[in-house]
């Protein structure tokens, strides 16, 4: 490689750091994104007049169909399937590096093997990349509802999952090291063909990471895709290693930093670590704790949306809580006619915005977004929860476990010691649910049965277009 | 034979560095575009399938490389075009029209 491309890919990784930073704040968001495309297309054009490239005809292929794919995909994709998109995305930059890294095996192996550093890289992208790829696509399976969005347990499985990864470092130390004495076994096993040892070391990875993501529920999708978004980063840097470019391995170490750091927000969020998520499978179990103390009943208020829209309609504040549920039912556009309509008699409506709110990191304020809800009505847990004294109303609308006061007070209950949203210090609390079934979690939510709490059971959509026509006359 | 795997993993980690520094002063109410756009960038593994593809190593790799610019370019144009297109509908109270 010459020392003139060095630089342009060098170039190019400014412009990723640059266009990050410019992610900090909503006014300089779009320029950084720009500027990071730039330094994509410095990265492609340069390596594109690279001496050693001989054939066009292949790349162009690639690069027209990949192309079109995405553009496709970003135009037509809903805001609330954007988790999906993500988690397709992840895979297919996991995918490409266990081709590239194969790629690179077959040729290197057909002229007499590659170095212990290459060989070290290119079975580690090979790895990572397969797990992220087959992961990635159970996790789009999940949030798509092709897959159960179940945690999927089955006898033995951290066992059968430790022999597994023996497996495969066992099969990537025979790629490494062919010739040592312990991978005598192993040889026998494969023959002579380069190729066969590749393609099993390919098909373990791909399980494991078929069985590492199966058995982790719905509620827990945020925290997993926001590890894979820091695998397909590893994913890119390893194949940086592989074919000697710190421009790969640069960009690669700001997207796996990226991911982690989400990962740890979004673990912090539900109070649970990692390990407690990726092997706990939560969920599974949650559904005995549901039956026993589910049932704890006690007595709730009902309201009518009448009176609801004349409480909102004469409140001085206002605080919105939205949960998944408002997105399922598409209701954001609702919520955003209610909030005009209160704010045009001088009602102040807030969105208060639980970091698990959706799917994925930062979910609920795009779906916010789309509606126009202007970005700086979205508050922070930590900034609004001390607000909800001071509120009158407090309406939240199909979010259950992140708004339930047992995280706080109930040292028993499994979501004990979760960061939640103080709802239940407002002055009033309009609760809008489908019904009294227990959320994501299976656990109880005594918020509702508390003497400040009235329950508007509906369909959020119908309930808030209700709403907004009650308060239009109130 | 590892003094140039060794410098990499110093690139590497220092790299994680400034990530670990410049992704902590992403607001969360940018998480979502933040994912998308990070992962465009990550779809920079094109430039390795390039190489592949285009450098004569045979028919095997060379369709595996292609398959990979596929992959890579779905990736990033995909993901900067989402993430743009996310980030237009952000407006501020007193902002003009939206979209």
Not at chain 1, 114 to 129: E, R, W, Y
Not at chain 1, 436 to 457: C, H, K, R, V
Request: with cysteine.
């Amino acid at each position: 490689m010459t020392a003139l491309a060095e630089l342009a890919y060098l170039l190019a990784a400014v412009c990723f750091i640059f266009g990050l930073m410019w992610l900090a704040s909503p006014a300089t968001a779009r320029k950084g994104n720009a500027l990071a495309s730039v330094g994509m297309l410095i990265a492609i054009v340069v390596t594109l007049l690279d001496r050693s490239i001989l054939g066009y005809e292949g790349i162009l292929i690639g690069l027209v169909i990949g192309a079109g794919a995405g553009a496709i995909l970003a135009r037509t994709i809903r805001m609330t399937a954007m988790p999906q998109m993500v988690a397709l995305l992840n895979g297919f930059g996991g995918g490409a590096s266990v081709l590239v890294a194969s790629a690179e095996y077959l040729r290197l192996s057909a002229t007499g093997g590659a170095a212990l550093d290459v060989g070290i890289s290119i079975q580690f992208s090979v790895l990572v990349g397969a797990v992220t790829f087959s992961g990635s696509l159970i996790a789009f399976g999940k949030l798509q509802d092709l897959v159960t969005g179940q945690a999927v347990t089955y006898p033995l499985q951290k066992p059968l999952n430790a022999v597994l990864l023996l497996a495969i470092l066992a099969v990537a130390a025979y790629l490494v090291v062919p010739d040592s004495g312990l991978a005598a076994p192993l040889a026998d096993l494969f023959g002579g063909d380069a190729a066969v040892p590749l393609l099993v070391l390919i098909g373990l990875s791909l399980v494991l990471g078929v069985l590492s993501v199966l058995p982790i529920g719905g509620a827990d999708m945020p925290v997993v895709i926001s590890l894979l978004n820091s695998y397909s980063g590893i994913a890119a840097a390893s194949t940086g290693f592989v074919i000697d470019n710190n421009g790969l391995i640069i960009s690669g170490a700001l997207v796996g930093a990226s991911g982690i750091i989400l990962t740890k927000i979004m673990c912090n969020a539900m109070n649970r670590s990692l390990g407690n998520v990726l092997f706990g499978a939560f969920g599974a179990g949650a559904a005995d704790v549901a039956a026993g103390g589910g049932a704890s009943g006690g007595t709730y208020r009902q309201v009518t949306a009448e009176d609801a829209a004349i409480m909102m309609a004469y409140a001085r504040s206002v605080v919105v809580v939205p949960g998944y549920g408002l997105a399922v039912s598409q209701a954001q556009h609702a919520v955003r006619e209610l909030a005009t309509l209160l704010e045009a008699r001088d009602v102040d409506v807030k969105y208060a915005i639980h970091p698990v709110a959706g799917r994925m990191p930062g979910h609920m304020n795009v779906l916010l977004a789309e509606a126009d809800v202007p970005y700086d009505q979205l508050w922070e847990m930590e900034r609004v929860n001390p607000e909800f004294d001071r509120t009158d109303v407090a309406l939240v609308i199909g979010a259950n476990d992140v708004v339930n006061p047992a995280a706080r007070n109930n040292t028993s209950s499994p979501i004990y010691g979760m960061p939640i949203l103080d709802v239940d210090r407002a002055n009033q609390v309009i609760v809008m649910k489908r019904s009294m079934n227990p959320g994501f979690a299976g656990i109880d939510n005594e918020l509702f049965y508390a003497s400040n709490t009235a329950m508007l059971f509906g369909d959020a959509k119908a309930s808030l277009t209700k709403l907004a026509a009650e308060v239009k006359e109130a | 034979m590892l003094e140039s795997l060794v410098s990499e993993i110093v690139v590497f980690v220092l790299a994680v560095f400034v990530g670990f520094q410049v992704i902590t002063k992403v607001p969360p109410t940018l998480h979502t575009p933040l994912m998308s756009g990070s992962n465009a960038i990550s779809g920079i593994t094109v430039i390795g399938a390039i190489i592949v593809s285009g450098a004569g190593y045979g028919r095997l790799a060379t369709v595996l490389g292609v398959i990979a610019v596929a992959f890579a370019t779905t990736n990033i144009v995909g993901g900067f075009l989402v993430t743009d297109r996310m980030l237009r509908m952000f407006r501020k109270d007193t902002g003009g029209e939206g979209k």
